[in-house]
């Protein structure tokens, strides 16, 4: 699989994040670090990859010399750690195990010292997972750790810690990768790989897998395997291979309902669904669409900050009145396609809805 090929080992490699990176070797550099943290944020956002980077650096020989390189991936713990043997660096993952005997093994664990003589590193995926006995064992760890352990916590869902836990942690939270940080990092690897796609269809899939770089990373993959090799891979080929709804559809439909165009934005309902296209899942895109040349008309800058570029679409003035009409009545549809006896038919309602005769 492409992601664990290229899966970041040094923190120059991570993509986005920078605000936690920074902070992590910062604590490095000056021999600052904590006890216990938590990342917190979205899946495939980088959070054990980060939490292993920094594990490997705490216990990098190159610590003391050069602390500006570390990890080094050179020296022993490291290549350990590379490697998936080191004895110093245990991972977890609460999901399937979350009983108190778990974390009861955890703490005999944790007593011990580090067999290399370093710091002896836990890594808790999914930790909102545990059950509210492990939790509270758990925290009795955190309240009094050993001196030679560091816990890093890592969730997707924060609100489920308690109070207490969060009190004992360093958070940090990740974000949401921007189409155009995944957009270059797919690239790059497609370039390493040789895998000649167009820059539209590297979009579709950056934009297809809601900031999660992993996910675009399987993506690629699949791509990848099922490709015949020669030829490049356009948009088309990627939307087929991944089933996403080519994103010219939106501009189509949308120009027809800007231009009170019913009959052809009927036969383009019909045309997707023939296709074997999910009606719902096209109206979501839709919408997100319809949100993007909202916000394009009310501030495009709040699109710049996340890499994504204003939507004006050609060829079609529109009033905010009807835009806000055309959000409205899509979202209705949307809602109502899997309770209607035909699924084009709430479409159908919401185009002459938003329509003038
Ligand atoms: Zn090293």
Do not use: W
Not at 151 to 171: D, G, N, W
Not at 237 to 245: F, K
Not at 265 to 272: P, Q, S
């Amino acid at each position: 699989m492409l992601y664990r090929k290229y899966r970041p080992q040094t923190f120059s490699q991570v993509v986005g994040q920078e605000h936690v990176v920074q902070t992590l070797k910062g604590a490095l550099l000056t021999g600052r670090t904590g006890h216990a943290y938590l990342f917190s944020g979205p899946r495939g956002t980088g959070k054990t990859t980060i939490a292993r980077i920094f594990a490997k650096a705490l216990n990098c020989a190159e610590r003391t010399q050069n602390p500006q390189n570390i990890p080094c991936n050179k020296c022993a713990a490291c290549l350990a750690v590379n490697d998936g043997r080191s004895l110093d660096l245990i991972e977890i993952d609460a999901a399937s195990n979350r009983g108190i005997e778990d974390i009861r093994n955890l703490k005999d664990s944790a007593l011990v010292a580090a067999p290399g003589g370093n710091y002896k590193i836990f890594i808790v995926d999914e930790v909102h997972m545990l059950t509210k006995d492990a939790f509270n064992a758990l925290l009795k760890i955190l309240e009094e750790p050993p001196s030679h352990t560091i816990f890093i916590l890592a969730t997707t869902e924060p609100h489920k810690i308690l109070l207490t836990v969060l009190s004992r942690v360093q958070r940090f939270d990740f974000r949401r990768l921007t189409v155009k940080q995944i957009s270059e990092k797919i690239k790059e690897v497609a370039k390493i790989e040789k895998i000649g796609i167009d820059d539209e269809g590297v979009r579709a899939i950056a934009a297809s897998c809601d900031g999660a770089l992993r996910d675009a990373e399987v993506s690629l993959s699949k791509i990848q395997s099922a490709a015949s090799g020669a030829e490049r891979i356009s948009v088309d080929t990627v939307n087929d291979i991944l089933g996403l709804i080519s994103f010219s559809y939106y501009p189509e439909f949308f120009g027809y309902l800007a231009n009170d165009d019913k009959a052809s934005a009927v036969n383009l309902v019909h045309k997707i669904y023939e296709l074997g296209i999910d009606l719902e899942h096209f109206s979501k895109e839709f919408i997100e669409y319809l949100r993007k040349i909202m916000i394009s008309k009310i501030n495009p800058a709040t699109l710049a900050a996340v890499g994504e570029e204003p939507v004006v679409p050609i060829g079609a003035e529109i009033t905010g009145q009807k835009l806000v009409r055309m959000i409205n009545a899509f979202s209705a549809a949307r809602n109502e396609i899997k309770l209607s006896p035909i699924p084009q038919l709430p479409l159908e309602l919401a185009i002459l809805e938003v329509t003038d005769s």
